[in-house]
């Protein structure tokens, strides 16, 4: 599970050969997660804290051509 970045409130990270639709893994500080999926950064299944989820959708927003090129490269390598 390639971790792709460690934040205040949470972690996020990619599966490698995860299934479809594109998305990532969130997953707060008290171990809850959930998947949010590329580009419409909706929440796919799970739940984490508010404060968890918006720092996690933050980042994503400023990253999305990081967290496309993680997914392709993750699904294919």
């Known amino acids: ?3 792709l970045v460690r934040l205040q409130y949470c972690v996020i ?7 479809n639709p594109p998305h ?3 997953v ?3 171990g809850r ?4 999926r590329l580009g419409t950064l909706s929440v796919l299944n799970g739940v984490v804290d508010r404060r968890a989820m ?3 959708l933050a980042w994503a927003s400023e990253n ?5 090129e993680m997914w392709n490269d993750l699904r294919n390598g």
């Open 1 to 3: 599970m390639p971790i």
């Open 13 to 19: 990270f990619m599966y490698p050969r995860d299934h």
């Open 24 to 26: 990532f893994h969130v």
């Open 28 to 30: 707060a500080l008290d």
């Open 33 to 36: 997660d959930a998947q949010v």
């Open 54 to 56: 918006k720092e996690a």
């Open 64 to 68: 999305p051509d990081y967290l496309e």
